[in-house]
C-alpha cells in the first residue's frame, strides 16, 4: 500500500545521504536505494526498487540522475543500476525529483508520462546552491594563500549569482573587494554595495590582485589578460567546463589556478543535501 | 662594517622566511641564519653568525626565541645552536627583537647589556595577529562542519580581542552569531554590533549551537556545560593551553572538540612574518 | 557656431542645477536655461533657448520633462516655457536627453525626427536611485522613531531594487531586519543576505515591528493586514502612488504611515543630479 | 507603606518620560513627580514629592540631576524645585540613582548617608549610549550634506566608543571610511575591520573628506589642520565643550562645522530612556 508521506531516495552521493536523514527527521518515512555500504541514522530504511515502487508516494534521484546516460548515479554501491523500461516502470504513477534529467528521458519512453520535477533548473535551488559554493571557495583561499583574507586584494569575476554571495562574503571579513561586469547597471550594485567596480574588459588594468575568483563561463582570462596579472596570484575557477582560464599561459605566467568544480557536495554534503529537500518540499506546496 | 639598513633573521620557522623576504623586497640587506634547508626569494643572504654579527644592525629571533630554553628555535637547520654567552656575545651592541624572550634572558648575563624588544607582548602585534587566528578557526569550521557558515547557529564564547574579530567575521558571512561575556558593558557592545548576548553563565541555556569556539582560557566548558549542548556540536577551542574544554567530558557527551594553537603560524605564515615585520617597524619608528 | 563639447541644461530643479554645475566641473560648457533666481557656479552660463541651440551639441531636460504635458518644468523660473514646434525646434539636430519624455513627445511631431534618449527608464538609473531613496527613508525613519534603527525590529516588504538596498543598509547599522518577498528564490536571497524572510501574505503573523518599510506598489497594508500590525508601529511607504497603505485604516489603528516620494531630489539634490550625470556619460559611451 | 516594586521618577526630560512609561509597561509601580504638563499613559501616577518619599523605595533623578547647582532639572514643569536638605530629606532610606551627582552632592550634607548609584558614570551606560548619538550623527550627516553618506568619503576622527561605533555604521550603509587613531593598536584595529586607517597628526594629509566627524575632545582640527581640508567639506563635532574644531578658522576656510551635543536624549528619547533604565536594572541585579 502506498504512503502518501513517504519518500524514496533512489542513488546519490553523501547529498542524498544528508538529505534522507533529513526527511526522516520531518517525520517522514524514507525509503533508501543504491547505499548499500551506508549505515543510515534511524528513520531511514534500505529497501530494492519493487519495493519502493510498492511503497512510496515521491522519488528523489539524485544530482545528477547519471552520468553516463545508462547506469544511475550511485556512489555507495557496488552493483550497477541500468536506466531502462524497468527501471522507469518503477516510477510509473510516482511524482518524481530528479537533478539534471536530460538523459535520463532518453533512457525510456515511459517517462513521458511520468511526473517529474527537475530540482536542478529551479531559481531557489541556484540561489541557495550559491552558499556552499562561495565558502567552498573561501575555504580553497585560505587554504592556499599564505596571507590572510582580511586585507587581502580580491577580484571577483562576474556578478552573477555566486560573484554576488561571494563578494558579499569577503568583504565580510575584510577583503578589499572589486568586482569586474559588463552591464552599467551591475556596475552600479558593485559601487553602492562598497566595492570596487570595474569593467570586465578592464580587469587587470586597474588594480594588481591576491586572489581573483573567477565566475564566468568564458575564455575571460586568456593569455593577453593572464599576462597583465602580478606573477604569484592565485586564480581560483569557479566556472563551469571548460571553465575561463587559459591553463597553460597561466602556468608559464606564474599564475597559480586552481579549478573549483562541484564545491557543494564536496565542501557541504548536509548543507547540499538540506537544499535539495528544501527546493522539494516548495516545488511540492506551489 | 655595521649597514645600518640591515637585518639579521636568526632561526624560526615559515614566518621569519616570510618575514625576511618582505624585508628585503622593502629594499634592506637581509642576512639568514637557520635555514639551511631554504632557498629564499632574492635579496636574503644566508650567514653565519659571525658573519651577522659583524655586518647587521638589527637582529630578530624568532616566536618563541626557544622551546627550551637551550637551543634556538630554528626549524629548518638540522644543527642545533645553542643559547649560551656566546651566542649572547653575537648579539651585543645590536637592537634584537624576539617573540617571548623570557627564557632567552636566563641563558646569559650579558643579555642585561642588550637593547631587546619583545615584540610577542605588543599590543599592536595582538591585535593584528587575531586575524589569521579568526580566519584559521573560520577554515577549520568550514573544513569539519558538514553544513555551511551562513545560517549555522555560532557561538563565539568571550569577546576579548579573538572573539570580537571572529564573531565580525561570522556575521559578515552570514552566521547568525550569539557572543557571551562577563561584563554588562561587554554585553552592551555586542548587542549593538547585531549579535545575540548571552551572560558567560548562560551559554548553553539560551539556545542550541551547530559550532561554538571558546576563545576564554578557563574551563567554561566543563561537564555540566558540555551535557546541555546538542550531540554533534562541534566546538573548536581556540584558548591557550590548558584550554577551556574538559575533552573527557566532551568525548562522552559527543560534542566534537578540536585544539586550535598556533594558528597564524601554520594558517597564513606569509601574514604572520608581515605581522612580526609590521610590528618591528612601528617599535623602530617610536 | 556649435561646440561639440557643450551641454545645455534646460529647466529642473536643484537636481538640475547639481548636475550643471557637476558637468562644467568635468570641464564641458555648459549654458543653462530656466534658472532666473539661481546663482550657478563657475563654468555654468545662463543663456536664453536660441542661444542654446545655437551653441550646444546635447541639451539635457529635467526629471520629470514636464508635469501637466504643457510646459517645461521650470522649478527656478517665474516665466512659462510651453512645449510646442517652438520649442522642439530648437532641439532639431541635437542629442536631447530627459526624464519620462512620454508626454513631452505628444506636443509636438517634430519630436520624431529627434535624437532622444530617456535616462529615467535606463536601468543604471534606477539602481543609482535606490540610494537616495534608502537613504532618505533611513532619515525619516530616525527623524520619526523616538528609538533607535539599531536593535529595532523593522519590516522591509518587497525585495525589489529599493528593498534590496534598504535592507542591506538597516542591517548595515544593527537593525533586525526582516523582508517580505513573494517568490522563493527571492526568500532565498533574504535568507542568505542575514535578514528573516517572511512571505508576503503572512508579513504581519510572524513578528511585530516598530518600523515597516513598503516598498511594493500594489495595496497590500489593505485593512486586514494593518489590523495586525501593533499600535504604534511606522509605516514608511516609499511605493509610488497611490501607495501600498490604505491609509484611512492605519489612521484608524493608530499606525502612523508616512508617505515619501521623490526622496532622491529632495533629500540628496546633488547625489540625485550626479546619478543623472552619469546615466548620460553612459549612454553617450555606448 | 513602601512598595519594594516602585519606583519614583523625580525630574527630566523626555528621556525620562520614557522610562517612566517603561518601568511602568515591565509591571512596576511608578510615580513621577516634575511632569506637569506631561499625560503620561497607563501605569505612571503623578504624586508630590513627599507622596513619592511615602511610597517609593526606588527614586530616580535626571541626567543631568541639575544644570546650576540649585534647582533640580525639570523640563516639563514651570514650578522650581530647589535642591536642599529638605530635598535630600526625601531621599532618605531610598536607593538613588541619578546622572551626574557632583553637583548634588554638594546641595546638603545628608546625601553623605544615602545610598546612590551614578548611571551616568558607567561603561554600559556609555556604551549603550554611543548608539543614538551615532544615529544622532548620522541623521544630520544624512540631512546636512546634499551627497548620499553611500559612496561619500567619510573621516571618523578618533576611535574609542563612538568612534566605533560610527565607523561600523557609516561602512555598514556604504561609505569609505577612514579612521584616525593616535596608538598603533587601535589603528590595527582601524584596519582589520576595513577602513583606511590614519594617524591623527597625518589626518588631512592623506585624503579629501566630504563628512568629518569629530569625536576627540581635544583641538585637533586647528586652523593649520584645517587649511588642509576641502573647501565644502562639512565637519560635526561630536566631542563635548569646549569641542575639538576652532570654529572661528573653519568659517573663514568654509568649512561647515556643525556642533551636535546631547543626541540621545535630542534625537531618540524613547531609545535614551531605555538605556537609563536597563543600566539601573543591571545595577539593581549586581
New interface residues.
Given amino acids: 500500500m502506498i504512503d502518501y508521506n513517504s519518500f524514496g531516495v533512489v542513488g546519490g552521493d553523501r547529498r542524498q545521504i544528508?538529505l534522507a536523514e533529513s526527511i526522516a527527521s520531518d517525520g517522514y518515512t524514507v525509503y533508501a536505494f543504491g547505499f548499500d555500504t551506508i549505515n543510515f541514522q534511524k528513520g531511514v530504511i534500505k529497501a530494492e526498487l519493487d519495493e519502493i515502487a510498492a511503497k512510496c508516494e515521491n522519488i528523489i534521484l539524485p544530482l545528477p540522475v547519471t552520468a553516463d546516460g545508462k547506469y544511475l548515479n550511485t556512489h555507495y554501491s557496488e552493483k550497477k543500476t541500468p536506466l531502462d523500461d524497468t527501471f522507469a516502470e518503477y516510477m510509473r504513477n510516482k511524482t518524481v525529483f530528479g537533478g539534471m534529467m536530460g538523459k535520463l528521458f532518453l533512457t525510456s519512453e515511459l517517462w513521458d508520462g511520468i511526473d517529474t520535477y527537475d530540482y536542478y533548473t529551479?531559481?531557489?535551488f541556484?540561489?541557495?546552491n550559491?552558499?556552499?559554493t562561495?565558502?567552498?571557495a573561501?575555504?580553497i583561499a585560505?587554504?592556499e594563500?599564505?596571507?590572510?583574507?582580511?586585507?587581502s586584494n580580491c577580484l571577483v569575476a562576474g556578478y552573477g549569482r555566486i560573484g554576488k554571495?561571494l563578494a558579499?562574503?569577503l568583504?565580510?571579513?575584510?577583503a578589499k573587494v572589486t568586482v569586474s561586469a559588463r552591464?552599467?547597471?551591475d556596475?552600479?550594485?558593485v559601487?553602492?554595495?562598497?566595492y570596487q567596480a570595474v569593467k570586465t574588459d578592464d580587469i587587470c588594468d586597474r588594480d594588481q590582485y591576491d586572489l581573483i575568483f573567477n565566475t564566468i563561463p568564458a575564455l575571460v582570462f586568456n593569455r593577453r589578460m593572464l599576462s597583465k596579472a602580478r606573477e604569484g596570484t592565485i586564480l581560483i575557477d569557479l566556472a563551469s567546463a571548460p571553465g575561463g582560464v587559459d591553463y597553460e599561459a597561466a602556468e608559464k605566467l606564474g599564475i597559480r589556478v586552481i579549478k573549483a568544480l562541484s564545491l557543494p557536495g564536496r565542501?557541504?554534503?548536509?548543507?547540499a543535501g538540506?537544499i535539495i529537500k528544501n527546493t522539494i518540499y516548495?516545488i511540492m506546496e506551489e
Fill in positions: 544528508a529551479r531559481e531557489d541556484a540561489v541557495k550559491t552558499v556552499p562561495a565558502e567552498g573561501l575555504e585560505m587554504r594563500y599564505a596571507g590572510t583574507i582580511n586585507g554571495v558579499w562574503m568583504r565580510g571579513i575584510g552591464r552599467t547597471s556596475l552600479a550594485w559601487e553602492l554595495f562598497g565542501v557541504a554534503p548536509k548543507a538540506e516548495n
